[in-house]
Each structure stands twice: as structure tokens, then as C-alpha cells.
């Protein structure tokens, strides 16, 4: 079967500043795959590459068999793939109830949009106990939720998530983890952009590590936990 997703030698710059050099990867579908790499190698640019915020210049991306590289954002939400960016973002006057059906926006069958809710406040019983509470007024993890949650309610069948864990403490860091696996065991495959390597090392079924805008090494979550280069550089075993 043809990969969900595949990206074919990409080079994304901004200005004159090449950040991705020619990136390649796949993600098939049902996968968590991880991007890993440090501050700077070129992974934020990789998904708004996807999600069309930034053109590569080269290289082209496909998804579900079409050609998405010079697609608008909202046709590539409407294609089936959702981002939840660093740091969050909810809509911070809005309650929790009102984030999630702002995140049906793109949908056109409303009435299952209820629907929908109370399954995503099974998977985050926190954000039903908080659904009339404004999102500002919610904890570092439950905007995290808020957020993962507000990108499922499009139903994308790709999940974008750019480091979810940065800032929140171990035990809420576990959970949300937890989340992503329950998510991608819904049926949603997921690309998982992380800094926390022994985490997402644990939860993906394959990984990549980007190396100033280029893919220095992939294999199997396995195979990267033993490779050398990987526990040195990214897990802090010498
Ligand atoms: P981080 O974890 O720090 O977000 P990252 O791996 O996501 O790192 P990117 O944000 O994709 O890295 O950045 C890749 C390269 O592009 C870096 O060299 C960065 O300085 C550069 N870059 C990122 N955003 C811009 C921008 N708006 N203008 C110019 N250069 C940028």
C-alpha cells in the first residue's frame, strides 16, 4: 500500500535561509512516527511544510495519493491532516466546549459533531469537567489536551504534533503520551515532533532524526534506542 504520507526531497527557506535542505520521509498509514532532532535542525519547518504555512521551493509532498506540496492550509485541514502547533494556542476567552467546535470549522456534517465531542471528553474526561471554564483559566496539560483535542474534531486522518510535552511536568507528560497512543490506537496516524527523545522513542513505531535540514538517520524506534550516535546525541548516554 502507498504511504499515508510521503515527502520527497524537500527545500523550505525562509528568505534566503535554506532550513530544510532536502527532506525525505514517509508515514504510512495506522503509524506513529517521530521527527527528533535539536533546537534549530529543521522540524517546526518540516510540518508547516506539510500544512502548507511554508512552500518548499523543491521537492514535493503527497498525501492519500495527492499532491499537496503548493495546497493552501485550509485544503489540507479539509484533505484530512491537522496540526497542533508548539505552545498551544487555544483560544484563551473561549471555553473548552467553544475551542472544540471551533475545531470542527472545516466539517460539513454538523450533526455528528456532537457526537464527536462526547467521545473526545471520554478520551479527556479533565476537559469535560472543564468544558464551561474559559481556556485561559486552564492548566499548562489541559490546554495541551484542549489542544490535541480541538485538532481531532476536524477527524483528520494524519495528526500533526509539534513537541506536546514542552513545559509540562513528568506526570502530566506520561498522560498526555498516553493520549497520543489511544488516539493513533482510534485509528489515527500520527507524526510526533519531540525533544524529549526517551519519550517519543517509547510511543512511535518509527522515527527520524534531522540534522540541520536534512534526515541524518531513520530506522525503527528500536533500532534508533541503540544506535550510538542516537544515545550520545539525543538521550544523554555516554
Ligand atoms: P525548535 O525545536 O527550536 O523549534 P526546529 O527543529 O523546529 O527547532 P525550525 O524552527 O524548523 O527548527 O528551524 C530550522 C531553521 O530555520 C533554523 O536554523 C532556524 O533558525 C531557521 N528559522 C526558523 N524560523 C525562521 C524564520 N521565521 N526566519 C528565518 N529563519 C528561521
Known amino acids: 500500500m502507498a504511504p499515508l504520507l510521503q ?11 535554506c532550513a530544510l535542505k532536502g527532506v525525505t520521509f514517509k508515514i504510512n498509514q495506522g503509524e506513529i512516527v517521530c521527527l527528533i532532532g535539536a533546537n534549530g535542525a529543521g522540524k517546526t519547518t518540516t510540518l508547516k511544510s506539510i500544512t502548507g504555512i511554508l512552500h518548499p521551493r523543491e521537492g514535493s509532498i503527497f498525501f492519500d495519493g495527492e499532491d499537496i506540496t503548493n495546497m493552501e492550509p485550509h485544503h489540507i485541514v479539509e484533505k484530512g491532516i491537522s496540526m497542533v502547533p ?4 487555544v483560544f484563551s476567552k473561549l471555553t473548552t466546549l467553544e475551542n472544540l467546535e471551533m475545531g470542527a470549522f472545516v ?3 454538523k450533526t455528528a459533531i456532537q457526537e464527536d465531542i462526547e467521545r ?3 478520551l479527556f474526561p479533565r476537559l469535560k469537567e472543564r468544558s464551561k471554564q474559559s481556556a485561559g483559566t486552564l492548566s499548562g496539560g489541559e490546554q495541551q489536551m484542549l489542544a490535541i483535542a480541538r ?3 476536524s477527524k483528520p ?8 510535552s ?3 511536568a513528568p506526570i502530566l507528560l506520561e498522560s498526555i ?3 497520543v497512543k489511544e488516539i493513533n490506537a482510534q485509528g489515527t496516524t500520527v507524526l510526533l515532533v519531540e525533544q524529549n527523545t526517551k519519550s517519543a522513542l517509547m510511543i512511535a513505531d518509527r522515527g527520524y532524526v534531522l540534522q540541520t535540514g536534512l534526515v541524518s538517520l531513520s530506522g525503527t524506534t528500536k533500532e534508533l534506542r541503540e544506535s550510538e550516535m542516537v544515545k550520545k546525541t539525543y538521550l544523554g548516554i555516554a
Request: no cysteine; proline share 3%; hydrophobic share 35%.
Open 7 to 17: 515527502v520527497k526531497n524537500i527545500k523550505t527557506y525562509y528568505g534566503n535561509i
Open 86 to 89: 508548539e505552545g498551544r494556542h
Open 107 to 109: 466539517r460539513k456534517d
Open 120 to 122: 473526545i471528553f471520554k
Open 151 to 153: 485538532s481531532l474534531m
Open 157 to 164: 486522518k494524519l495528526l500533526l504534533l509539534d513537541e506536546p
Open 166 to 168: 514542552m513545559g509540562l
Open 177 to 179: 503520551f498516553e493520549n
